[in-house]
């Protein structure tokens, strides 16, 4: 009776049973997120730089930029991280920071994700001749070299932080407006939109109603990745002092810190933190990037399989048969 029971369970008395995969079933892509442990580490940090950006006012009330202290000191308990060669608080510079950095990488990456689905999904759907003049405007603005034409743009454009912002734009869509074509002409020749285009659907109401959502990954990791260029762009040029130098930002820190010669007098606390907090940026949002990629491909979910059956496992079967 035993020996029954073991050989429809898959095993035989004397043998291991073979483990077999499970596959996960389908869960939400929410629900895939929350419980993928590369999103919950970057999710959190990017939480505690969105929310001392929004507190930044309260903990560190009025001009960040003012005279607090004497030049140049070391970190200590009153200035947890130093001050600058004039003075400044370098904690309340790096806090105020976030809100101009985080404010145009994301602006930055949601227009520069918004036009290249624009683009990508013309392209892709309507073919021949806008497919052709799209793709030509798109391959002008991939083949001009990005750090001249940031620089000549900024240096041309009056200066503000919607400079910054318009110039990072203008060379950062083209990018994604590629990746997302490739991605949207090999669902347009799906059957499902083949169907909607048969049954008189109109063209808007096809792409993004029915080619868009089957495009949901592609464009999370595009507009992550255009994010972490709007930030580090921005940073660039505001280093090589093409930004709004009376804004404080990552980027206008670290040039401020190259100008003071923090680097020749060794004081390593002025450029640090606004260098460690891009670096952490854009880690966070790069594990968030490979989180999405885990939950939308099932070639990289991770396949959990059920430990061998082993005597003491089987023990309690063979028990319940004999009885």
């Not at 932080?161 to 590629?178: K, Q």
Request: charged share 15%; glycine share 10%; proline share 6%.
């Amino acid at each position: 009776m035993a020996t029954a029971i073991l050989q429809q369970s898959g095993t035989t008395p004397g043998k291991t049973p073979a483990a077999k995969p499970k596959t996960k079933p389908n869960r939400s892509f929410v629900h895939g997120l929350a419980t993928n442990k590369k999103a919950l580490v970057g999710m959190a940090v990017m939480a505690v730089f969105i929310g001392l950006a929004l507190l930044a006012p309260v903990l560190f009330p009025g001009d960040p930029s003012r005279i607090t202290a004497m030049a140049s000191l070391e970190p200590d308990a009153d200035h947890w991280l130093g001050t600058t060669a004039k003075g400044q608080d370098v904690l309340a510079l790096t806090v105020h920071g976030a809100r101009s950095s985080l404010l145009v990488g994301l602006t930055v990456g949601f227009a520069s994700t918004f036009i290249g689905i624009l683009v990508g999904l013309a392209s892709a759907y309507f073919g021949r001749f806008i497919d052709e003049a799209l793709s030509l405007v798109t391959n002008v603005f991939l083949l001009l070299p990005g750090l001249p034409l940031l620089v000549i743009l900024a240096a041309f454009l009056p200066p503000g932080l919607g400079t910054v912002i318009l110039v990072l734009i203008i060379t950062g869509w083209a990018g994604s407006a590629r990746v997302l074509r490739s991605q949207a002409l090999s669902i347009r020749s799906k059957d499902f939109v083949a169907a909607a285009v048969v049954s008189g659907e109109r063209a808007g109401r096809i792409m993004f109603r029915e080619i868009l959502p089957n495009m949901a990954s592609i464009v999370m990791g595009t507009l992550l990745a255009c994010v972490v260029y709007g930030i580090g762009a921005q940073a660039g040029l505001e280093f090589l002092g093409l930004g709004d130098v009376s804004t404080v930002s990552w980027g206008n820190n670290l040039f401020w810190a190259g100008n003071e010669g923090a680097l020749l007098t060794g004081s390593w606390w002025v450029f640090v933190p606004s260098g460690v907090c891009i670096a952490l940026v854009a880690f966070a949002l790069a594990l968030i990037n490979y989180a999405v990629d885990e939950v939308t491909n099932p070639r990289l979910r991770k396949i959990k399989t059920p430990r061998p059956a082993t005597a003491e496992t089987l023990a309690p079967i063979e028990r319940s048969a004999a009885k």
